[in-house]
């Protein structure tokens, strides 16, 4: 290799920091109770509840309980441990805090979850003597204000970065120096690649590969027959090739849905069967987005194209389907009282958006309607939108043409997206 090329290639360098808080919901409650340091905690649920581990501390993990355990298996396992509920708001909070940390030391931060975000620090190479120096003063900067731990990956592309952080864990700083990638990687089981699941783990083992190095050895042709897209995907992904830019979430100003009618409608059990629907796929977009809407507002327009809107300011920003649609209903049959003509379109916003939910001081805090949502959505993901619908959806039966997989096609074409 010429010198040239290699200066190139430093030049086309990115730095790439992948950053993890280390056991997120059961470190919060360490902090919240110290009593608990040290001990085995499942967060999650009670013993005796029904439900899974969301996580456990490293203290729980030695007894072989993880995420996703039901929870009365992580007791059989463990029962000496400290089980607690937990509260997503709370989570929620140091999550907020966490990102307000990493936007300090560069503007292009992706959060890959509530407690896992990827950092460029590539454009903003001016502002710090060196790289590493940076990455492991937000590590510091992180603990020290937040009081978590966390693991800290650097690379040259996301995937490098965020098998560097595995190797961090715990509470580790690993950095994978230019040239040294090969190196880093040969070890590694095929089980560390996401692009290799459990059902590629059994197949790839029958051919004798176990570690990534020996991944190298099979051509991309067998990759690919064996596996199709994701066989592309792996052969990638052993090699460390990873052009993915890291990518910010900017939160969008509004999200809203409206359709107009087929023909002019009155009847408002049909109006309200509409606005109901759109409200669904409103909310399925907020949950997509992770975002909490501060404002809702409803739009009527009318048979003469007369437009109103009418809005409702929600101090505790919302998400669910129920609590949207109340409001939605009560201001659209505010709105339409007075008037006496029929409707050509309805619609629903969301706007004042919020990707974290403060912490409910004056109401108890409940996340039930949440995470129906999203049990919600997994069902509409395995079986199709249609799968599941209010009874004042399903009235549109009568007029639209219904998907199983796309629920009723409306008039308006973006709105079955
Ligand atoms: N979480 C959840 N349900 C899951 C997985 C995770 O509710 N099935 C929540 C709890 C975790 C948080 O998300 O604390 C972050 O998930 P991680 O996978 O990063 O796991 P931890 O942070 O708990 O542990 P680790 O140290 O392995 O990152
Ligand atoms: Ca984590």
Redesign the pocket.
Known sequence: MTNGSEAERSMNRRYIVHI???????AVEVLLNPSLKGKPVI??GLAYERGVA??CSYEARKFGVH??MPLHKCYKLCPQGVFVRGNNQVYQAFSEKFFHILHEYTPDVEDA????AYLDLTRCRPLYRSFSEAARQVKRRVEKETGLKV?VGVGANKILAKLATKRA??AGFFEIEPGREEEFLKGLGIEDLPGIGPKAQVVLRLLNIHKIGDLWGLPRATLRSLFGLGGEEIYLQSRGIDSRPVFMATTPKSVSRETTFLEDLWDRRLLLAHLAYLCDRLTLGLRQERLYAHVIEVKARYSDFATEVRRRLVLMPLQEMEKIYKIAEELFLGLIASSRLALRLVGVKASDLVRVRPLALFEPYSDRAERLGHAVDRVREKYGFGSILTIREKMLDSIYDFEPRRGFVLKTASLTK
């Open positions: 993890d808080i280390d056991a997120f919901f059961a967060v999650g969301a996580t995420a996703g979850s509530l407690d896992e693991s864990k715990p």
